[in-house]
């Protein structure tokens, strides 16, 4: 886990608010990929960026989900107007070169909403 | 849609027993990984297997890629307390859309 970069730990939100979560991949890391867990579940893959690029977002909500990498700064995963559903552990994970390869994760960003 | 299914999904048994978990799929993958999960923390990485085949020791795990690379299993010998944990295997798409995948975890439980 060390080197991928998590912030915040833990994020409380009201229904209808926002939520940002924020993601620095180990140096030299160049791809993202954003999970989201359920309790009791597995990871559920939502969206691989390279920087200022996504490439697949096929597990990503058609609505009000969005994530971005930009050239300089951390990857953000945004929730807009989030409902209680969206309650969940957001993992971020780097690797230094596409093919999947092995993927680090951080040690994740816990959301509740209330 | 590529699936990845573990089993069992739980398993608690008793400390200095050996076990095996099973990671299993239809599709062939590139790589598999397999991960461990503690409560309120990340997964970490625990090995990488590429090759049908292929045996990956780490102390008292033993890793195996199916021949097929479509299954893989993990074997602990002489369970301890410390292994108690989510464990997750994951798979490299073969179709290039570089996306891995996950199955949803066995946890373990390993009484003193």
């Known amino acids: 886990n060390a080197g991928v970069m998590q912030n915040p730990r833990h994020l409380v939100r009201r229904r209808g608010q926002e939520a940002r979560l924020r993601c620095s991949p180990m140096?030299?890391?160049?791809?993202v990929y954003w999970y989201r867990q359920l309790p009791e579940e597995g990871l559920k893959f939502m969206v691989y960026?390279?920087?200022?690029?996504?490439?697949?977002e096929s597990g990503m909500p058609k609505e009000r989900f969005s994530a971005e990498f930009p050239k300089e700064g951390p990857s953000i995963l945004r929730i807009q107007q989030v409902v209680r559903g969206d309650s969940a552990a957001y993992f971020c994970?780097?690797?230094?070169?596409?093919?999947?390869?092995?993927?680090?994760f951080g040690e994740g960003s816990w959301l509740t909403v209330v | 849609t590529q699936l990845l299914e573990q089993s069992p999904q739980f398993l608690s048994i008793q400390e200095g027993e050996n076990l095996t978990v099973y990671c299993n799929s239809s599709s062939v993958f590139s790589s598999l990984q397999w991960y461990r999960q503690e409560p309120g923390e990340g997964p970490v990485l625990l090995v990488t297997?590429?090759?049908?085949?292929e045996v990956k020791k780490l102390k008292r795990l033993t890793f195996q890629f199916g021949d097929a690379r479509k299954d893989s299993s993990l074997h602990i010998t002489a369970a301890q307390p410390g292994d108690t944990g989510l464990y997750l295997c994951?798979?490299?798409?073969?179709?290039?859309?570089?996306?891995?995948?996950f199955g949803k975890g066995t946890r373990l439980h390993i009484l003193p």
């Open positions: 140096k030299g890391h160049s791809h």
């Open positions: 994970a780097s690797s230094p070169e596409p093919s999947g390869n092995t993927i680090y």
């Open positions: 960026l390279q920087k200022e690029n996504i490439i697949d």
């Open positions: 297997v590429v090759t049908g085949g």
């Open positions: 994951a798979g490299e798409s073969m179709n290039r859309d570089d996306k891995i995948i």
